[in-house]
T-cell receptor
C-alpha cells in the first residue's frame, strides 16, 4: 500500500545510454513532481504535472523528458546519459497544484559510469 | 537563487538532548515547511508554518518563524536515536514550487 512508488530503486548505466524511471502514486492526487538530489543533498525541482498537463519545467537539459500517461503516473526518460546526471531522483505528489504538502517516493539512485 | 540555507550542516547529540536547527531563506513566503529524510529514503513532511504564524508545535517538534529575519528554527525535544536523519526546510517558491534548504544532518547517539 505504498503511497508513492518508484522503479527502479537503483540504476547503474554507461554514459550515452537512455534510461527511464517510473513513478506511481495511489493517493488520488492530481499533481506530481520530479526532483533531483545531488551528492551534496541539494534537492531541486525539475518538472511538475497537474492532471497530465506540464505546469513546471525548470531549466533542465532537454535530454530529460517527462511523460504522464495518466494522473497517477509520471515517468522520466533520460537520453544520452552523462556523468553529471548521477544523482537520486525523487518523485512526489500533492493533492492538487495548490496543495502545500508534498508526498515523496523512496527515490531512484542513478549512477552513470 | 532562492535556495535556503540551514545550519548547522551537521549536528551530533545524545539521546534525551534537544536538537535545534535553523533555516534562512531569501524571498518573502506564504509558508515554510520542514521535512525529514532518513538515510536512503524519501522526504517525509513534518510540519508547516504559515507566514502569519510565529510558532507551531507538533508532538516533540517546535517550529518558529521570524519573517523579518527570513529565518525559521526547528526544535526537536527529548531526541531519540530514531530521530537520526537529515532535516530540510522548504519554502514556497511561487508557482507551487518547493524550494529546499541545504539540510541539517542530525545524529542522535544512544
Amino acid at each position: 500500500d505504498t503511497a508513492v512508488s518508484q522503479t527502479p530503486k537503483y540504476l547503474v548505466t554507461q554514459m550515452g545510454n537512455d534510461k527511464s524511471i517510473k513513478c506511481e502514486q495511489n493517493l488520488g492526487h492530481d499533481t506530481m513532481y520530479w526532483y533531483k538530489q545531488d551528492s551534496k543533498k541539494f534537492l531541486k525541482i525539475m518538472f511538475s504535472y497537474n492532471n497530465k498537463e506540464l505546469i513546471i519545467n525548470e531549466t533542465v537539459p532537454n535530454r530529460f523528458s517527462p511523460k504522464s500517461p495518466d494522473k497517477a503516473h509520471l515517468n522520466l526518460h533520460i537520453n544520452s546519459l552523462e556523468l553529471g546526471d548521477s544523482a537520486v531522483y525523487f518523485c512526489a505528489s500533492s493533492q492538487d497544484r495548490y496543495a502545500e504538502t508534498q508526498y515523496f517516493g523512496p527515490g531512484t539512485r542513478l549512477l552513470v559510469l | 537563487s532562492q535556495q535556503g540555507e540551514e545550519d548547522p550542516q551537521a549536528l551530533s547529540i545524545q539521546e534525551g538532548e534537544n536538537a535545534t536547527m535553523n533555516c534562512s531563506y531569501k524571498t518573502s513566503i506564504n509558508n515554510l515547511q520542514w521535512y525529514r529524510q532518513n538515510s536512503g529514503r524519501g522526504l517525509v513532511h513534518l510540519i508547516l508554518i504559515r507566514s502569519n504564524e510565529r510558532e507551531k508545535h507538533s508532538g516533540r517538534l517546535r517550529v518558529t518563524l521570524d519573517t523579518s529575519k527570513k529565518s525559521s528554527s526547528l526544535l526537536i525535544t527529548a531526541s531519540r536515536a530514531a530521530d537520526t536523519a537529515s532535516y530540510f526546510c522548504a519554502t514556497d517558491g511561487g508557482f507551487q514550487k518547493l524550494v529546499f534548504g541545504t539540510g541539517t544532518r542530525l545524529l542522535v547517539s544512544p
